[in-house]
């Protein structure tokens, strides 16, 4: 059973900055491309940001990019965002996922709600004005 926690969610002004950390447990955390999701109210889930199995490899939303950043570290089978000059807009739960279905490259990543097999709860992010 693979199981994602997501963390370091909260309220902030705007301008601010935030650092969600996502722990995987239950298999080999290197093997997993890693995505980050944000849903607004009212709104679909949106792609934020994603990571190669390896870390060599990031993509960004044209809206986040610039002022987010993916990461990982396989040793501590964790995944974070740093996100920095934080905007209103930016408002929304923010989910981690993970892929876990056969991958051969270590180099891929997946932008596609559909791309990904396991999810988190989500944690809240609130930017205020």
């Known amino acids: 059973q693979v199981q994602l926690v997501e963390s370091g969610g909260g309220l902030v002004q705007a301008g601010g900055s935030l650092r969600l950390s996502c722990v995987v447990s239950g298999r080999t955390f290197s093997n997993y491309p890693m995505g980050w999701f944000r849903q607004g109210p009212g709104k679909e889930r949106e792609f934020v940001a994603a990571i190669s199995r390896n870390g060599f490899n990031t993509y960004h939303a044209d809206s986040v990019k610039g002022r987010f950043a993916i990461s990982r570290d396989n040793a501590k089978n964790t995944g974070y965002l740093q996100m920095n000059s934080l905007k209103p807009e930016d408002t929304a739960v923010y989910y981690c996922?993970?892929?876990?279905?056969?991958?051969?490259?270590?180099?891929?990543?997946?932008?596609?709600?559909?791309?990904?097999?396991?999810w988190g709860q989500g944690t809240q992010v609130t930017v205020s004005s």
């Open positions: 996922a993970a892929r876990g279905r056969t991958d051969y490259s270590v180099s891929f990543y997946y932008i596609g709600v559909a791309e990904y097999d396991y």
